[in-house]
């Protein structure tokens, strides 16, 4: 199972477009893949940890707890990693 994390925040235009990408590409992947990534969506505004840790940078997207963007999300690149991921 790959854990797929997006941090952001309420009425953030970039948090938006971030979802869209992840959603967008992970309705595209292939049944079995899709099917083994969890994702999980988490605000800076509702833990002090993440506002203190991430705060400048969302949104951030996170893959079994690793960096893999911050700010702008490559659809291309997300989908890549996410194979990679479910190969590992």
């Known amino acids: 199972m790959t854990t797929l994390t997006v941090i952001g925040k309420p009425e953030c235009h970039l948090c938006d477009v971030a979802e869209e990408i992840v959603e967008a590409v992970v309705a595209d ?19 002090a940890a993440l506002y203190e840790r991430w705060w ?6 996170l893959i079994d707890g690793s960096l893999h963007a911050h700010w702008r999300v490559s659809a291309d690149r997300l989908r890549e990693a996410l194979l990679v991921a479910e190969r590992a």
């Open 29 to 47: 992947l292939p049944d079995d893949v899709a099917d083994s990534v969890a994702v999980e969506r988490l605000s800076i505004l509702e833990d």
């Open 56 to 61: 400048e940078k969302i949104p951030v997207v």
